[in-house]
Protein backbone atom coordinates (compact mmCIF):
# COMPACT_ATOMS: atom_id res chain seq x y z
CA UNK A 1 0.00 0.00 0.00
CA UNK A 2 2.89 2.45 0.76
CA UNK A 3 4.36 1.67 -2.59
CA UNK A 4 1.16 2.41 -4.67
CA UNK A 5 0.23 5.09 -2.44
CA UNK A 6 3.93 6.75 -3.33
CA UNK A 7 3.67 6.49 -7.06
CA UNK A 8 0.12 7.63 -7.25
CA UNK A 9 1.71 10.74 -5.24
CA UNK A 10 4.44 11.16 -7.97
CA UNK A 11 2.14 10.60 -11.00
CA UNK A 12 -0.49 13.23 -9.78
CA UNK A 13 2.47 15.37 -8.68
CA UNK A 14 4.25 14.74 -12.54
CA UNK A 15 1.20 15.77 -14.15
CA UNK A 16 0.30 18.43 -12.20
CA UNK A 17 3.87 19.44 -13.11
CA UNK A 18 3.04 18.71 -17.15
CA UNK A 19 -0.28 20.32 -16.44
CA UNK A 20 0.64 23.48 -15.05
CA UNK A 21 -0.24 25.41 -18.63
CA UNK A 22 -3.57 25.08 -18.41
CA UNK A 23 -4.40 20.75 -18.33
CA UNK A 24 -4.24 20.04 -15.28
CA UNK A 25 -6.49 19.45 -13.63
CA UNK A 26 -8.87 19.32 -16.58
CA UNK A 27 -8.80 17.08 -17.69
CA UNK A 28 -5.35 15.19 -16.51
CA UNK A 29 -6.60 15.09 -13.37
CA UNK A 30 -9.80 12.48 -13.80
CA UNK A 31 -7.96 10.66 -16.27
CA UNK A 32 -5.70 9.57 -13.65
CA UNK A 33 -7.86 9.23 -11.23
CA UNK A 34 -9.77 6.44 -13.56
CA UNK A 35 -6.35 4.86 -14.56
CA UNK A 36 -5.70 4.27 -10.97
CA UNK A 37 -8.66 3.13 -9.71
CA UNK A 38 -7.45 -0.12 -11.59
CA UNK A 39 -4.49 -1.21 -9.52
CA UNK A 40 -6.22 0.65 -6.22
CA UNK A 41 -9.20 -2.19 -6.47
CA UNK A 42 -6.77 -4.95 -7.05
CA UNK A 43 -5.31 -3.87 -3.77
CA UNK A 44 -8.33 -3.40 -2.15
CA UNK A 45 -9.68 -7.09 -3.02
CA UNK A 46 -6.53 -9.12 -2.31
CA UNK A 47 -5.67 -7.16 1.06
CA UNK A 48 -8.82 -5.76 3.04
CA UNK A 49 -11.39 -8.08 2.01
CA UNK A 50 -12.00 -10.60 4.53
CA UNK A 51 -12.78 -13.82 2.88
CA UNK A 52 -10.41 -16.46 1.52
CA UNK A 53 -7.89 -16.15 -1.52
CA UNK A 54 -9.77 -17.28 -3.94
CA UNK A 55 -12.64 -15.83 -3.36
CA UNK A 56 -10.64 -12.38 -3.47
CA UNK A 57 -8.69 -13.36 -6.40
CA UNK A 58 -12.61 -13.74 -8.26
CA UNK A 59 -13.59 -10.39 -6.79
CA UNK A 60 -10.09 -8.52 -8.71
CA UNK A 61 -10.72 -10.33 -12.04
CA UNK A 62 -14.27 -9.46 -11.86
CA UNK A 63 -13.28 -5.80 -11.09
CA UNK A 64 -10.62 -6.01 -14.15
CA UNK A 65 -13.42 -7.26 -16.37
CA UNK A 66 -15.94 -4.29 -14.81
CA UNK A 67 -12.91 -1.73 -14.95
CA UNK A 68 -12.10 -2.58 -18.90
CA UNK A 69 -16.46 -2.10 -19.84
CA UNK A 70 -16.88 1.40 -17.84
CA UNK A 71 -13.50 3.37 -18.58
CA UNK A 72 -13.73 4.10 -22.08
CA UNK A 73 -17.24 5.47 -21.02
CA UNK A 74 -16.42 7.49 -18.07
CA UNK A 75 -13.14 8.82 -20.66
CA UNK A 76 -15.79 9.79 -22.93
CA UNK A 77 -17.73 11.78 -20.41
CA UNK A 78 -14.81 13.53 -19.39
CA UNK A 79 -13.72 14.59 -22.97
CA UNK A 80 -17.98 15.79 -23.51
CA UNK A 81 -17.63 17.38 -19.86
CA UNK A 82 -14.59 19.52 -21.64
CA UNK A 83 -16.21 20.43 -24.68
CA UNK A 84 -14.89 17.47 -26.87
CA UNK A 85 -17.09 15.42 -29.29
CA UNK A 86 -16.21 12.10 -30.32
CA UNK A 87 -17.16 10.60 -34.05
CA UNK A 88 -18.13 7.19 -32.43
CA UNK A 89 -19.10 7.77 -28.90
CA UNK A 90 -18.83 4.69 -26.66
CA UNK A 91 -21.52 2.23 -25.91
CA UNK A 92 -22.25 0.76 -22.95
CA UNK A 93 -24.39 -1.88 -24.97
CA UNK A 94 -21.56 -3.14 -27.06
CA UNK A 95 -22.49 -3.12 -30.37
CA UNK A 96 -21.30 -6.91 -30.95
CA UNK A 97 -21.47 -8.94 -34.35
CA UNK A 98 -20.05 -12.20 -34.42
CA UNK A 99 -21.05 -12.66 -37.82
CA UNK A 100 -19.20 -9.78 -39.19
CA UNK A 101 -16.06 -9.00 -37.17
CA UNK A 102 -14.48 -6.27 -40.16
CA UNK A 103 -17.52 -3.84 -39.06
CA UNK A 104 -17.30 -5.22 -35.06
CA UNK A 105 -13.43 -5.58 -34.83
CA UNK A 106 -13.12 -3.86 -31.74
CA UNK A 107 -16.54 -4.60 -29.83
CA UNK A 108 -16.42 -7.95 -30.23
CA UNK A 109 -12.85 -8.65 -29.18
CA UNK A 110 -13.72 -6.40 -26.04
CA UNK A 111 -16.77 -8.45 -25.30
CA UNK A 112 -14.44 -11.64 -25.43
CA UNK A 113 -11.87 -9.81 -23.23
CA UNK A 114 -14.34 -8.61 -20.23
CA UNK A 115 -16.19 -12.42 -20.71
CA UNK A 116 -12.44 -13.95 -20.09
CA UNK A 117 -12.12 -12.14 -16.96
CA UNK A 118 -15.34 -12.49 -15.71
CA UNK A 119 -15.35 -16.01 -16.52
CA UNK A 120 -12.33 -16.50 -15.08
CA UNK A 121 -13.24 -14.17 -11.43
CA UNK A 122 -16.49 -16.86 -11.21
CA UNK A 123 -14.30 -19.71 -11.49
CA UNK A 124 -12.14 -18.19 -8.95
CA UNK A 125 -15.35 -18.08 -6.63
CA UNK A 126 -16.40 -21.32 -6.99
CA UNK A 127 -13.28 -22.43 -6.43
CA UNK A 128 -13.28 -20.82 -2.97
CA UNK A 129 -16.93 -22.25 -2.39
CA UNK A 130 -16.23 -25.86 -3.22
CA UNK A 131 -13.12 -25.68 -0.33
CA UNK A 132 -10.05 -25.40 -2.61
CA UNK A 133 -6.94 -23.69 -1.80
CA UNK A 134 -4.04 -22.37 -3.34
CA UNK A 135 -0.68 -24.34 -2.99
CA UNK A 136 1.18 -22.74 -0.04
CA UNK A 137 3.98 -20.80 0.36
CA UNK A 138 6.78 -22.36 2.09
CA UNK A 139 6.05 -22.66 6.02
CA UNK A 140 7.46 -20.46 9.00
CA UNK A 141 10.45 -21.49 10.36
CA UNK A 142 9.67 -22.62 13.83
CA UNK A 143 12.44 -22.72 17.07
CA UNK A 144 12.64 -25.31 19.61
CA UNK A 145 10.90 -24.99 23.00
CA UNK A 146 14.47 -25.82 24.48
CA UNK A 147 16.61 -23.64 22.89
CA UNK A 148 17.89 -21.34 25.97
CA UNK A 149 17.67 -17.95 26.05
CA UNK A 150 21.70 -17.20 24.86
CA UNK A 151 20.35 -19.18 21.53
CA UNK A 152 17.14 -17.56 21.06
CA UNK A 153 18.77 -14.14 21.28
CA UNK A 154 21.62 -14.13 18.26
CA UNK A 155 19.45 -17.15 16.04
CA UNK A 156 17.17 -14.13 16.00
CA UNK A 157 20.04 -11.70 14.08
CA UNK A 158 20.07 -14.64 11.63
CA UNK A 159 16.95 -14.67 8.76
CA UNK A 160 17.16 -17.27 6.44
CA UNK A 161 18.86 -16.07 3.43
CA UNK A 162 17.95 -17.57 -0.26
CA UNK A 163 20.65 -17.78 -2.38
CA UNK A 164 20.62 -15.03 -4.84
CA UNK A 165 18.57 -13.09 -2.42
CA UNK A 166 21.51 -11.02 -0.94
CA UNK A 167 20.17 -7.69 -1.21
CA UNK A 168 16.64 -8.03 0.18
CA UNK A 169 18.68 -9.28 2.83
CA UNK A 170 19.75 -6.02 4.65
CA UNK A 171 16.22 -4.56 5.14
CA UNK A 172 15.01 -7.44 6.85
CA UNK A 173 17.45 -7.51 9.41
CA UNK A 174 16.64 -3.75 10.15
CA UNK A 175 13.54 -3.99 11.82
CA UNK A 176 15.04 -6.66 14.27
CA UNK A 177 17.86 -4.49 15.45
CA UNK A 178 16.26 -1.13 15.39
CA UNK A 179 13.80 -2.88 18.49
CA UNK A 180 17.49 -3.54 20.24
CA UNK A 181 17.41 -1.68 23.95
CA UNK A 182 20.69 -3.33 25.00
CA UNK A 183 23.11 -4.46 21.76
CA UNK A 184 26.03 -4.86 23.66
CA UNK A 185 24.53 -7.76 26.09
CA UNK A 186 23.05 -9.38 22.53
CA UNK A 187 26.80 -9.40 21.04
CA UNK A 188 28.34 -10.76 24.02
CA UNK A 189 25.62 -13.57 24.07
CA UNK A 190 26.46 -13.49 20.12
CA UNK A 191 30.24 -14.15 20.79
CA UNK A 192 29.88 -16.39 23.59
CA UNK A 193 27.35 -19.03 22.45
CA UNK A 194 28.66 -19.10 18.89
CA UNK A 195 25.45 -18.74 17.09
CA UNK A 196 23.97 -21.77 14.15
CA UNK A 197 23.63 -20.12 10.70
CA UNK A 198 20.14 -21.44 9.22
CA UNK A 199 20.73 -23.63 6.26
CA UNK A 200 23.37 -25.80 5.34
CA UNK A 201 26.36 -23.07 7.04
CA UNK A 202 28.56 -24.00 9.33
CA UNK A 203 28.38 -23.14 13.40
CA UNK A 204 30.80 -20.23 14.16
CA UNK A 205 32.39 -21.50 17.19
CA UNK A 206 34.30 -18.20 18.32
CA UNK A 207 35.29 -19.15 21.36
CA UNK A 208 38.21 -22.19 22.27
CA UNK A 209 37.48 -25.20 23.72
CA UNK A 210 39.01 -27.59 26.23
CA UNK A 211 40.41 -30.60 24.45
CA UNK A 212 39.56 -33.65 26.28
CA UNK A 213 41.90 -35.73 27.80
CA UNK A 214 43.08 -39.14 27.21
CA UNK A 215 40.52 -41.54 28.32
CA UNK A 216 42.06 -43.65 31.42
CA UNK A 217 41.31 -47.33 32.23
CA UNK A 218 40.50 -48.32 35.32
CA UNK A 219 43.43 -48.02 37.82
Not at 122 to 138: K, M, N, Q
Not at 143 to 148: F, L, P, Q
Request: with cysteine; proline share 11%; hydrophobic share 45%.
Amino acid sequence: MVYLSFESILLLAGLAWEGRTGDFPLPMLPIALLCLALPWGWLGALRYLPLGRWFRAGVGLAWTGLWIWLAPFVLDQIYLHMGYFTSTPYQLILPIDFHNWAAAMSANVMFLIILGFLLLGLLCVVAAFSGAEPIPGPPPLRRNRSETTGQQLPNGLHRQVHRGDLIGTAPKLLPDQAGMRDLPFVLELVLQTGPKINGDGPQLHLHRHPRPGPARGPK
